[in-house]
């Protein structure tokens, strides 16, 4: 659709004015359940209810639907090792949403961000390197190489 008298230059620039509005509306909404689900777990010191606390009030502001809370695995080894994250579901890996660590308490990211950050962390301490076909950790191996756990040869690791 074009408005009459607007050029697609302007056009353009309408619509990322609009979009980065609704970035902002949404950050700062996600910001407003940060801090209810900070005050509501210091006063039941349940994690649960705050994010049901929290994710009612998104709900209720409208623009928001969410999925329930979900978790990034456990894992006794690896990046992860350790840490369980506690994540509202937004529908999409990299969305901006409300997580949950038992060492951080309640932040905003998202859960393909914390995952991603935790790897390449992961691999700065061990200089291991996540295989692309089977997942495994192994010792850094060149180009071409085939992974020690599935025997494929990634063109690059991880």
């Known amino acids: 659709m074009r408005l009459k008298g607007i050029s697609n230059a302007g056009m353009q620039r309408l619509a990322g004015t609009v979009q980065a509005q609704a970035k902002d509306d949404g950050l700062d909404a996600l910001e407003e359940a940060l801090s209810i689900a ?24 409208g623009n928001y639907a969410y999925f329930g809370v979900e978790y990034t695995p456990y894992e006794e080894t690896g990046p992860l090792s ?16 409300l997580c ?8 905003i990211s998202s859960w393909g961000d914390y995952v991603e950050n935790a790897e390449r962390q992961y691999e ?3 200089g291991e390197r996540l295989c692309g076909y089977c997942g495994a950790w192994s010792e850094e191996v060149a180009a071409g190489q085939e992974c020690p756990s599935c025997g494929h040869a990634p063109d690059e690791w991880s």
């Not at 900070?38 to 502001?61: C, G, I, M, N, P």
């Not at 994250?85 to 901006?96: K, R, V």
């Not at 949950?100 to 932040?107: I, Q």
């Open 100 to 107: 949950y660590t038992e060492d951080k308490g309640f932040f």
């Open 124 to 126: 700065e301490e061990t």
């Open 82 to 97: 350790g840490v369980e994250m506690a994540y509202l579901n937004a529908g999409d890996t990299y969305a901006a949403t």
């Open 38 to 61: 900070e005050t509501t777990y210091s006063q039941t010191r349940s994690v649960d209810e705050a994010f049901s606390a929290a994710e009612k009030h998104l709900e209720e502001d």
